[in-house]
């Protein structure tokens, strides 16, 4: 949507040369100066010449529309006053009329979209870091399907390796193992290995056996990674990450198409073996500069595959599923990892994902609970949050039932941590303070979902039912009003951001200034008694619209929109 198409049309068809994106709009600093702000540096840098001067030439010869009221050049903006109430009455139109497509550019449609995230190693409950990895996965996944993408979200299942091997042991020791008991019996068993090599050695003649194809070495590892997969969606499901499609590594042993591989890293001099009778890649012969990570195993001197060997086939076949966007998040510390796999399958002619790196999640020293002095479980991590945040819904909701106190304070639950995650960009460590996240004021996602529970009580009170498009008088001309109009428009160019950047961080903020702003609107324009009934029907048509947008948002954040709180 461009409501204010018809502002830049006079413009575009007096400089020809110029499109729309060398005309952006933005918001004056000061609503007096006018109602949107045209910067001339694109448009002026494209006709060589000075955006001041630039920006004084259109306000002396383009001839604009009776919409627009007033143009005046302040530097090298063009500020603009607009006739309020005719683009108020498009953007709430256009807003009603999308519903629960609305902010979407429909950039995907008919284009595919493979996202991998997650991946947990098949040995233990997983923790609040992993988390993030989850959480930006989803909301990614989330992102380009509202874009029209048709997404496939994977999940790697690392159902191999010798720590699998050790759990598998350790289990045949101990009866009725439940997920639960998963992380205590993994330390115990790398404890007895440590103190214990016969048992080490087992670990690897176990997995040998399995590579190989032995059905009760397989049935048995299958076991302990099902049992450990099942309980970790369950935990990740609290979260609301979901996933389509699980690949398990132990389907990428001896892939044929590796082949192909091994013979063009010969043809360049970089497989060798080394001292310890294993096949190795030397990076550096095929560019890599550093001393760290120039030597890459792909096999152990028995002939059984490293985990590298294993996921360069899989990356190959994820290549080959011929997706037009193929994405997997990854810890900032797998990069070196990630750029020696695609250094490898560049050799081979084959393309690596496009990598999303994120940093940590960082915890304020003594909020949280752990069972293990190092780890802190996502499980024990949402329990905390949601016994927090019932507490707070009960002091605010008296008037509803337990069950739905106790289904909101879950809501708010993932909303606080979803948020707090989502809103740091990637690349940056998150800082979470528990208390501070669960706030229903502030930079929070609860205040976000708080304003639209305000939103729907208004609805509420006025109990009658509103048309389903803006009516021929529809009077918002108050400054409140149109800093809530203008950001609602903004939202389609957020998402497009959001996409391009392979980030949500732009949502995130987007719902936490939309939210502001109708805070500011709230208090500042009374809806229910405003007075003049076409007033009230457009301000009533307004929280509709602000309500679907903040939807939208948190719907693409994943974090549902409570009717109370």
């Given amino acids: 949507m461009q409501p204010f198409a018809s502002v830049l049309a006079p413009m575009l068809k007096a400089y020809p040369e110029l499109t729309e994106d060398d005309l952006p709009l933005s918001a004056p600093p000061n609503l007096t100066l006018g109602d949107v702000a045209v910067p001339m540096f694109l448009a002026a840098k494209k006709r060589g010449t000075a955006p001041v001067v630039f920006a004084k030439e259109v306000a002396a010869s383009v001839a604009f529309g009776p919409e627009v009221i007033s143009v005046a050049a302040a530097g090298p903006y063009l500020n603009l006053k ?20 609305y902010g979407s550019n429909r950039s995907g449609r008919g284009m595919r979209a493979l996202i991998e995230h997650t991946s ?16 930006i996965g989803d909301a990614l996944a989330r992102l380009f399907r509202f874009e029209g993408y048709d997404v496939e979200v994977h999940y790697y299942v690392n159902d191999m390796g010798r720590q699998i091997g050790l759990l598998v042991l350790i289990a045949d020791e101990i009866e009725d193992l439940s997920f ?20 080490a050695e087992q670990g690897y003649a176990l997995l040998a056996e399995m590579e190989e194809g032995d059905p009760d070495a397989q049935a048995r590892f299958r076991r302990i990674t099902d049992l450990c997969l099942q309980g970790q969606l ?11 499609v699980f690949d398990r590594e132990s389907e990428y042993l001896k892939d044929p198409r590796l082949d192909v591989v091994l013979d063009a890293l010969r043809a360049r001099g970089a497989l060798f073996t080394d001292d310890e009778a294993r ?10 500069t550093a001393e760290e990570g120039r030597y890459f195993v792909l096999m152990r001197a028995n002939g059984s595959s490293m985990y590298g060997y294993r996921d360069l086939a899989y990356t190959i076949d994820k290549g080959e599923m011929g997706a037009d966007v193929n994405l997997i998040v990854l810890g900032e510390d797998h990069k070196l990892y990630a750029q020696q796999l695609a250094m490898i399958l560049e050799t081979a002619g084959h393309k690596a994902p496009e990598a999303v790196y994120y940093s940590y999640i960082l915890l304020k020293e003594g909020k949280m609970s ?27 909701c008296h008037d509803i039932t337990p069950e739905e106190q106790q289904t909101i304070a879950e809501q708010v639950a993932v909303a606080a941590i979803r948020f707090a995650v989502l809103r740091v960009n990637a690349n940056k460590n998150v800082i979470f303070d528990m208390d501070a996240a669960l706030s229903f004021q502030g930079d929070t996602g609860p205040y976000v979902q708080y304003s639209c529970a305000r939103i729907n009580s208004i609805l509420r009170k006025h109990g009658r039912p509103l048309p389903d498009a803006p009516g021929a008088a529809f009077p918002l001309a108050a400054d409140a009003e149109w800093a809530l109009l203008t950001r609602m428009a903004a939202f389609p160019g957020v998402v497009d951001t959001a996409l391009r950047q392979r980030t949500c961080a732009p949502i995130a903020g987007f719902a936490l200034d939309f939210a502001r702003a109708f805070t500011t609107f709230y208090h500042e324009c009374p809806v229910l008694q405003a007075g003049d009934p076409a007033l009230v029907e457009a ?18 954040l994943g974090i549902e929109a409570p009717e109370r709180m």
């Fill in 279 to 288: 096949l190795v890649v030397d990076l550096a012969k095929l560019g890599h």
């Fill in 120 to 135: 947990i190693n098949p040995n233990a409950s997983p923790h609040v870091g992993r988390a993030r990895n989850a959480m």
């Fill in 539 to 556: 301000r009533l048509l307004l929280c509709r619209a602000a309500l679907q947008t903040l939807r939208n948002a948190l719907h693409v």
């Fill in 370 to 396: 752990t069972r293990q002095g190092n780890v802190v479980l996502l499980s024990d991590f949402l329990d905390q949050a949601a016994a927090l945040a019932g507490e707070r819904v009960a002091e605010q």
């Fill in 180 to 199: 639960d008991a998963i992380l205590d019996a993994y330390v115990r068993a790398n404890a007895r290995a440590k103190e214990d090599a016969a048992f």
């Fill in 82 to 101: 607009l006739d309020r109430p005719a683009f108020a009455k498009s953007i709430v139109a256009a807003v009603l009329a999308d519903g629960d497509r």
């Fill in 234 to 244: 369950a935990v990740l499901a609290r979260l609301g990450a979901t996933y389509d």
